[in-house]
């Protein structure tokens, strides 16, 4: 009996938080959109939707705040808005035969659990990026007007991300009054491919070259793309690339830049993701003779738009994917 029990390798429930620890390790990495959401947890007993709230600014215009002696002025009245987010469950499973688990050369389960950790990061990354992709506030790459006026269409062979479209980009964001994501950067998410154009602008090489401090932490060394004009560079290869969208078939990628408290992430505070994983003999009438065990993921994410001006989009083309 011990001998059997010794057979369900990798399986035993006392090892169940081994495995939780390399689904989370694994898919961590590639939490890049969620990383950067206001995270609002719901509560246990909570419902399974959350309520954000926002105060307006108060208009000031001039002279409207000018008292005149012994008169009371008119009576100002913030303007408060209301965003909802509600919860849905995600996941994914697998069955592992008997055979294949007891007698494949590689450790199965583990190897399954790595694999779902990958594509549990990359799932409810997409889940955020959705959302973001939703927002109003686009700018196209070497448009004549850049914000707003143009099209996805209008994006073409050699409108590429450069070091003028994210001044452009920061100009909007500083407008918008939006406050810096984090520490002092507005943060910008963008493509390798994208990175490779934007770091061979001269401006932006000759900034990393001279004004950063020399040495192996240069991000001309490291390959960490770094900071520049008060914005932070994030790679991904999860952002949207519409595939022959542009002109001449170019496709168009996107570039998002955003700033403190754009968007929120919530998630149950009671059903956080983790592995789930059922071992062999434990089916009942699903399985009879215990011939598979079961392994996968399971979570439950929202996310929503808290602020369309704090929160933008650059449609542009890569030197990768020229129009034909």
Known sequence: MAMEMLGLVGMLPELKQTYDRILLSTAEKNFVFMNYGEKRPIPARGGKSIEFRRFENLVVNAGSYTLTEGTPPSVTTASINTVSCTIDQYGMYSQISDMLETQAFDPIIEEYAKRYGYAMGEALDYVVRDIVDATTTIQYA???????????????????????????????????????????????????????????DPDI????????????????????????????????????????????????????????????????????ARMVIHPRGTGGHTDPLEQYSTIGWKAALGAVILNQEFLLKIYCASSRTPAA
């Open 205 to 272: 090489v000759n900034a990393f070259q001279y004004a950063q401090a020399r040495g192996n932490d240069n991000p001309l060394f490291t390959g960490v793309l770094g900071d520049w004009m008060g914005v932070r560079f994030v790679e991904t290869t999860n952002l949207n690339i519409r595939s022959s969208y542009g002109m001449s078939g170019a496709d168009v990628y996107e570039v998002v830049m955003l700033g403190k408290e754009a968007y929120a992430v919530t998630e149950l505070d009671v059903m956080q």
């Open 142 to 200: 070497d448009a004549s007007v850049r914000v707003g006026t143009s099209g996805v269409g209008a994006t073409g062979s050699g409108n590429y991300l450069d070091a003028a479209e994210i001044i452009e980009a920061r100009r909007t964001m500083r407008r918008a009054n939006a406050k810096p994501a984090e520490g002092n950067n507005y943060v910008c998410i963008i493509h390798p491919d994208n990175a490779k154009d934007l770091f061979e």
